[in-house]
C-alpha cells in the first residue's frame, strides 16, 4: 500500500500582489518541483503550528497563518499527499533559502508557469479564480 503524508502549504502575498514560491532542490524527493513552502505535519503539531514551524526551519522567517485556500489529496507513483494550503503573511524576518534551490516572489497569473508540484495545481487554480 502506498504511504500517506499529510502536507501543509503558505501562500504567502507580499504587497505587490506576487506569491512566494520556492524551488524544491535536486536532493529532494519531488526534485526540482516548484512549491508552495511547508512540510509534514508532526505528531501532536495542528496545521497551522506545523506550518509556522516549517517556514520558520526552511525560510528563517515568522509567519501568521490565515485562512485555509484548499485541502486536497493527490497519488504520485510512490506516495499520496493530503495537502492543506493556507494563506499566511510574514511577521518578521526576510525569507532565506536555506534547503531550496531559488525562491521567486510571482504573479498570481504566472503561477502556472512555473513546474509546480502537480498537488499544488488546485490551490493555484482557487487563487486565480479569486481575483
Ligand atoms: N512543502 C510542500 N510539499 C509539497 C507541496 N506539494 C507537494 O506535493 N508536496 C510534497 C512534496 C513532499 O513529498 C511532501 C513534503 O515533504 P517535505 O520533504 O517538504 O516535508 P518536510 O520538510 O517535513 O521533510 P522532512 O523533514 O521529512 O525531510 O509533500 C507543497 O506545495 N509544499
Known amino acids: 500500500m502506498k504511504k500517506h503524508i499529510h502536507v501543509v502549504g503558505a501562500i504567502i502575498e507580499n504587497d505587490k500582489n506576487e506569491i512566494f514560491c ?12 516548484w512549491e508552495f513552502p511547508g512540510g509534514k ?10 506550518l509556522a514551524r516549517e517556514i520558520l526551519e ?3 522567517c515568522s509567519i501568521e497563518v ?3 485556500v484548499e485541502d486536497t489529496t493527490y497519488e504520485y507513483k510512490e506516495f499520496i ?8 503573511s510574514i511577521i518578521s524576518g526576510e ?3 536555506l534547503e531550496h534551490t531559488e525562491i521567486r516572489w510571482v504573479a498570481r497569473h504566472q503561477l502556472l508557469e512555473l513546474n ?5 495545481i488546485p490551490s493555484i487554480k482557487k487563487l ?3 481575483k
Not at 505535519?41 to 506545523?50: F, L, N
Open 95 to 97: 525569507p532565506l533559502a
Open 22 to 33: 520556492a524551488l524544491r532542490n535536486p536532493h529532494m524527493v519531488l526534485a526540482n518541483y
Open 66 to 68: 490565515n485562512e485555509k
Open 41 to 50: 505535519i508532526e505528531v501532536g503539531e495542528s496545521s497551522k503550528q506545523a
Open 58 to 60: 526552511e525560510f528563517n
Open 81 to 88: 499527499v493530503r495537502l492543506e494550503t493556507f494563506k499566511a
Open 116 to 120: 509546480f508540484a502537480p498537488a499544488d
Open 128 to 130: 486565480l479564480a479569486e
